[in-house]
């Protein structure tokens, strides 16, 4: 992928019943932060309307560095250490 193409991500995870509020206090703090990045160019959080334990992430950067930047910022890493008892299974990440 060229670094001038733009970067789109969906991120997909569920949490435990009754951790859903918990998340989203930490994820809308993941989101607010994400937003200030600079290659940041949307970024957002949903809960699902079905099933309220089950959320996605949104994201699109300017370029594939500025998504791997996000990865290792400082606001990323708190964000996965904070829900590591919240989530069920595994973050699946799809790239676009």
């Given at each position: 992928?060229?670094?001038?193409?733009?970067?789109?991500?969906?991120?997909?995870?569920?949490v435990?019943?009754?951790?859903?509020k918990?998340?989203?206090?930490?994820?809308?703090?993941?989101?607010?932060?994400?937003?200030?990045?600079?290659?940041?160019?949307?970024?957002?959080?949903?809960?699902?309307?079905?099933?309220?334990?089950?959320?996605?992430?949104?994201?699109?950067?300017?370029?594939?560095?500025?998504?791997?930047?996000?990865?290792?910022?400082?606001?990323?890493?708190?964000?996965?250490?904070?829900?590591?008892?919240?989530?069920?299974?595994?973050?699946i990440?799809?790239?676009?």
């Amino acid at each position: 992928m060229s670094k001038k193409e733009k970067t789109v991500i969906v991120a997909r995870l569920a949490v435990k019943a009754g951790k859903e509020k918990a998340f989203l206090k930490v994820g809308s703090e993941l989101v607010a932060a994400t937003r200030a990045e600079e290659g940041n160019l949307f970024y957002t959080l949903y809960q699902s309307a079905e099933n309220p334990t089950e959320f996605i992430f949104y994201e699109e950067y300017k370029d594939e560095a500025a998504f791997e930047t996000h990865g290792a910022s400082a606001h990323f890493l708190a964000f996965a250490k904070a829900i590591k008892e919240m989530t069920v299974g595994e973050l699946i990440i799809e790239q676009f």
